[in-house]
């Protein structure tokens, strides 16, 4: 058998695929903050807690509405997105023209209320949610066996991540948008809605969220807690990738999964503080992060 | 009379800080305060916090409300699993509220800094969520009372049954603070006295996401038992990802702690088969059964060991400060550890040199959903464990205020 630093070819291999997994997560976490954060301007605090509504949105549809994991595929991003709406025209389109430090505090405080009153209703640990059938059971890829779910996990959230960056970067409506956040009363001026514009960028970051959340429901305890341990994590990979850079939010994000997963490995007890710690090393050697233009 | 008007808020400023905070002493005195220091909305919030809440005023309310002739308050606190949250809260309520007992909630790390406060404050502390058993030896003060179980208990109970049983090869995942890592050595030593061996250990960070990589690392240990030494959340997510993985059908669980509200987040099609340690359980008899009806009509949902150990300990408590008559804390704890516990928690229970509250423990293993016959049926109660074997003999305490012989 042959090794790497005293540890089996095999653990590592399976580390790299864990490290994927998780990574994936992270990126289309850090893909709907970057969003928000690069043509709104605004440091959605909210993200873990849009993450975990759309989690919990999708145990409600099974539990209560006996809708399954492919509803919720589709209905939790829309429900949650739609929340996102609301809350952006109630609160948040006061906040473009000050200092993005407020935009900070209003998500941050909504998504302490958000946890609270889940927690309220449903308790601190958790509710499980099933794997769906066609998704059960493990390919054996010789050095581990891997979960089907967690492939569905990867090729489902990359390819979301592309679509989005596709989106925005390559067709006219994206390039629409990346104008009216430029410069907003020139393209008013063309004739295009800016503000129902934007509206709709933010309800489509919290969708994102809220897609992340279906998607890790069958994985994790759907709890209240999930997001605020992720929120942290999920920021130092925008930071990381480079504020609102959007594919710098995908890269980092997979990247700081695979690190991740294998200080797992060589020093389990700092697998929570090394990405914190990237963050830092990047911060003294490129202050805009590794994407960032500035 | 200008002169007077300019001073008209300094003095509401005044009589508002006189009614705010000069009572409190002049009401203390006729008052017992008992303080509730907790995790309310973290990790651990359903092992006890607002359920805790609830068991300590039923206990109040049940004891009648007043005791040796004054009015018994209750005052609780988030400690939010900070440390310096539990112990400063603990030395603000000593110091403005005349606290005469702390109740101590989740968290080993937070009860070991709380009780140092107990001692320099000489207050009693009743740690209960907290398993660490380092609260009774290293840690140990004049004034703290472990009260429910410990981790020398949940591994003389899991791990000996589970070794017994044929599981000799053990690996840890283990929650990297001082629980886990008390717990994996209680359990370690326990294997090993029974002729098993432990292959190692992964530590994991409290409150991590994802268990999954830890969990290949004690799949490639090849060890036959999966020793998972976490708690709350962390020990749902680290069986429910080795369900998820496969690795069940290879390594046998061996859950070193866990509540009633973990096997009923999980459901038991996850949880079936599993062995367990518990001080307590709502269907044990029928004093059980009637504490857990009053509780469950309150909160809708069974209480936990802890839960229903907060209501017996408040009553212990109150019981001593009546039989001596006097909130004096060295008076109080002097009755304590002499007089029989016996309630629906406890029978023939009674408080140790050291502290801990000697008395029966359980290890359950966790029904099929077919054994299953009505909601919360979720135990089936594997062996009974008398107090002197679950707690371990005195002489092993490395307590200093035992008296060696």
């Known amino acids: 058998m042959t090794d790497i630093f005293g540890i089996p070819i095999q653990v590592i291999l399976g580390q790299l695929l864990l490290g994927l997994v998780n990574g994936s997560f992270y990126a289309m976490l850090s893909l709907g903050l970057a969003v928000i954060f690069g043509l709104l301007g605004v440091v959605n605090f909210a993200h873990g807690a849009f993450y975990m509504m759309g989690a919990y949105a999708t145990w409600i549809l099974l539990d209560v509405f006996e809708l ?45 209320i958000a946890e609270g009153v889940l927690r309220e209703i449903f ?36 390819s979301i991540c592309f679509m989005t960056w596709y989106l925005i970067e390559r067709t006219r409506l994206g390039s629409t948008l990346r104008a009216a956040t430029e410069n907003p009363k020139l393209v008013q001026a063309f004739g295009i809605n800016v503000p129902m514009m934007v509206m709709f960028t933010y309800a489509g970051g919290v969708a994102l969220a809220a897609l992340a959340g279906v998607l890790s429901a069958p994985v994790i305890q759907v709890s209240p807690l999930m997001g605020s341990s992720l929120v942290i994590v999920v920021f130092a990979v925008v930071v990381i990738g480079g504020m609102g850079s959007i594919l710098g939010s995908i890269l980092s994000g997979v990247g700081l999964g695979v690190i991740e997963g294998f200080t797992k490995v060589f020093y389990p007890e700092a697998s929570n503080i090394v ?16 994407f960032g233009k500035e | 009379m200008k002169l007077t008007k300019k001073y008209i808020p300094f003095a509401i400023a005044l009589a508002i800080h006189i009614a705010l905070f000069a009572p409190s002493s002049t009401l203390a005195a006729n008052e017992v305060v008992i303080g509730d220091i907790d995790d309310m909305s973290g990790l651990y919030a359903d092992v006890l916090g607002p359920g805790g809440v609830e068991a300590a005023k039923m206990a109040i309310e049940d004891f009648g409300g007043t005791v040796i002739g004054k009015k018994i308050v209750l005052l609780t606190a988030d400690h939010q699993n900070k440390p310096d949250v539990g112990s400063s809260k603990f030395r603000e309520w000593a110091d403005k509220n005349d606290v005469n ?15 140092k406060v107990a001692a320099e404050k000489k207050i009693p502390f009743i740690p ?26 949940l591994a003389n109970g899991t791990a000996k049954v589970i070794t017994d049983n044929g599981g000799k090869t053990w690996f840890f995942i283990t929650a990297d603070y001082a629980f886990g890592t008390q717990l994996q050595n209680a359990a370690t030593k326990v294997i090993t006295e029974n002729g098993g061996k432990s292959l190692g250990a992964v530590r994991a960070p409290l409150a991590a996401s ?47 702690l866990a509540y009633i509200s973990d096997i009923h987040s999980l459901g038991l099609k996850t949880a079936q088969g599993l062995y367990l340690t518990d001080g307590w359980y709502w269907d044990l008899n029928d004093d059980t059964r009637a504490f857990a009806k009053r509780y469950f009509a309150k909160m809708k949902k069974e209480p936990t060991m802890p ?7 408040i009553t212990t408590y109150l019981k001593a400060v009546k039989a001596v008559n006097t909130t004096d804390s060295d008076k109080v704890m002097a009755e304590l550890k002499s007089m029989k516990i016996n309630d629906f928690f406890a029978k023939g229970g009674y408080i140790r040199e050291d502290g801990v509250m000697i008395h029966e423990m359980y290890v359950m293993q966790v029904k099929t959903p077919e054994e299953s016959q009505y909601p919360w ?27 060696k012989k």
């Open chain 2, 101 to 115: 007992m702390i109740l101590g909630g989740n968290n080993t790390g937070v009860s070991i800094a709380m009780s």
């Open chain 2, 128 to 153: 209960i969520g907290a398993a660490g058993s380092s609260l009774t030896n290293a840690d140990c003060t004049a004034y703290t009372v472990h009260y429910a179980y410990d981790t020398t208990a």
């Open chain 1, 275 to 290: 990405v914190f710690l990237i963050m830092a090393i990047v911060l003294c050697w490129r202050p805009a992060g590794l």
């Open chain 1, 68 to 112: 399954g994991y492919w509803w919720a595929l589709v209905l939790a991003p829309l429900s949650i997105g739609l929340i996102g709406l609301i809350l952006e025209r109630l609160f948040l389109r006061f906040l473009y023209k000050v200092d993005p430090l407020y935009g900070l505090l209003l998500t941050f405080g909504l998504s302490l």
């Open chain 1, 123 to 158: 308790g601190a640990s958790g509710q499980s949610y099933p794997v769906p059938e066609v998704l059960r059971g493990t390919f054996d890829v010789g050095f581990m066996n891997l979960p089907i779910y967690r492939v569905w996990v990867i090729v489902s959230s990359l």
């Open chain 2, 210 to 256: 994802d268990f999954s990589s830890f969990l290949l690392q004690a799949q490639s240990s090849k060890a036959q038992v999966l020793g998972l030494s976490n708690a709350g959340a962390d020990f749902t997510n680290s069986l429910k990802a080795a369900n998820e993985f496969g690795i069940t059908k290879t390594m046998k669980p061996a859950a070193l």
């Open chain 2, 377 to 403: 049926d979720y135990y089936k109660l594997v062996k009974k464990m008398k107090g002197e074997e679950a707690f371990g003999p005195l002489s092993d305490s490395t307590c200093p205020l035992v008296k």
């Open chain 2, 307 to 313: 839960q229903a150990a907060y209501y017996s300990a």
